[in-house]
């Protein structure tokens, strides 16, 4: 048995396909479907079975994948641990956050950040929040910013802290006839053409039928957060979205809500009992000491 043989099996059962997981772990199909019946052979049962097109876990393929996945994570923490103590000088920090937070918030974060600390580099990219935690529990990524809490409590060995919240507001276009308002309640909102994001997006969603008391007409339904502030401006619609600076104020009326629609949460997570390195350590307490909730 080898780590190789741990990281397919890994693969295979979030894929669900031996060709996809061949292509993600850049090895030729026969060779991982090789591996996997070694492995099969040496526990002596059969760790995966065919359903329909998709492969799944068998019951003694879940059980094992539980340990190896633990395995693996101690493994590559560490790796990351002898990787810092080795480099005490390589100062970079892996960021992982979904495409809305790091489209505003994060890069105000960094900036700031780096005109303090100008040794520290950043590798940052975006994903989902399931993605984000996934990596964070396999030591791939430092820390990760995320905003929907449902994912939260299935990945325990995450410590995620709150740090920024956001006030949900009404967006409408400039000759719209509430532009002027400063304040309205959704009750007077039954007639109009709101725009949400589609029910397939990755982002959190918020319902506004259970304050409105009715079932709002949708306009439009597009699949981006980016997009919602140029659909209103064009007159598609209106809609609730947080309050952040990504709003085109030019374009669009921002105006408050009576019913307390609660805040948007951006939580920070890292892996608990995982090494901090020093500079990482710096940004956690940056972050921490700097936004407040």
């Keep these: 048995m080898n780590l190789q043989q741990l990281e397919y099996l890994r693969k295979i059962a979030e894929t669900q396909n031996f060709t996809k997981a061949a292509e993600e772990c850049s090895v030729t199909q026969p060779a991982l479907s090789k591996a996997i019946s070694k492995l099969e052979d040496e526990l002596n049962t059969p760790l995966f079975k065919r359903n ?8 003694f393929g879940k059980v ?3 340990h190896s996945n633990i395995a693996l ?9 002898l990787q810092e103590m080795l480099n005490p000088n390589k100062s970079t920090i892996s960021i992982a956050s979904t495409h809305c937070i790091g489209s505003y918030f994060i890069p105000f974060l960094i900036g700031n950040f780096l005109n303090e600390h100008k040794d520290i580099k950043f590798e940052f990219c975006h994903k989902a929040t399931p993605e984000i935690l996934r990596d964070l529990q396999y030591g791939k990524i430092s820390l990760g910013f995320y905003d929907d809490p449902n ?7 995450i410590k995620s802290v709150p740090v ?4 949900y507001v009404l967006i409408v276009p400039k000759k719209h006839p509430l532009s002027d308002k400063t304040e309205v309640s959704l ?3 039954k007639d109009e053409s709101f725009i949400v994001l589609n029910d397939s997006t990755k982002d959190n969603l918020l319902s506004y039928s259970e304050f409105i008391n009715h079932t709002t007409e949708i306009s439009v339904q597009p699949n981006e957060v980016s997009m919602l502030g140029g659909l209103v401006a064009a007159g598609a619609g209106i809609t609730i979205v947080p309050n952040t600076p ?3 104020t030019n374009a669009v009326s921002i105006i408050k809500i009576k019913e307390d629609l609660g805040y948007k949460t951006i939580y920070m997570g890292w892996l608990e009992d ?5 500079h990482i350590d710096k940004f956690i307490n940056y972050v921490l000491e700097n936004q407040s909730i």
Excluded: D
Excluded at 75 to 81: A, M, Q, S, V, Y
Excluded at 151 to 157: G, W
Excluded at 274 to 278: E, K
């Design 73 to 81: 994570t101690e493994i590559k923490k560490g790796i990351n641990e």
């Design 246 to 248: 990504l709003i085109n």
């Design 187 to 189: 009750k007077t909102l």
């Design 52 to 59: 329909g097109r998709n492969i799944e876990l068998t019951t």
């Design 64 to 66: 094992f994948l539980k």
């Design 151 to 157: 994912y939260i409590n299935k990945f325990r060995e």
């Design 274 to 278: 995982s090494y901090i390195s020093p």
């Design 164 to 167: 920024s919240k956001e006030e």
